[in-house]
Nanobody, 123 residues
């Protein structure tokens, strides 16, 4: 079993920055692919970024490319999402996900989920 706990969300003004963290525990999480998804009210959960266990070949949604950076520290079993130049449309609950294989952009392909952390960007 894998447990994921997100932190770092909050309220920020447009143009500001936040860093989300996801602490992973359980079986061999350092060998799992990990990713971030987000869900705005009334919308389906959407892919934000993901990384394989190596930390290379990261993938991003077009809407966040150049503004968000995903990274991981396998020694600390922690995943990060550095968010910059935030926009009001980035407002959502952000979820950390993990999967034994690379799950891609479809949230249904990811097995393990955190409880989510709220990010609110004011205009």
């Amino acid at each position: 079993q894998v447990q994921l706990v997100e932190s770092g969300g909050g309220l920020v003004q447009a143009g500001g920055s936040l860093r989300l963290s996801c602490a992973a525990s359980g079986r061999a999480t350092s060998s799992y692919a990990m990713g971030w998804f987000r869900q705005a009210p009334g919308k389906e959960r959407a892919f934000v970024a993901a990384t394989p266990w190596t930390g290379s070949n990261t993938g991003y949604a077009d809407s966040v490319k150049g503004r968000f950076t995903i990274s991981r520290d396998n020694a600390k079993n922690t995943l990060y999402l550095q968010m910059s130049s935030l926009k009001p449309e980035d407002t959502a609950v952000y979820y950390c996900a993990a999967n034994a294989g690379y799950g891609g952009t479809n949230y249904r392909s990811w097995r393990y989920w955190g409880q989510g952390t709220q990010v609110t960007v004011s205009s």
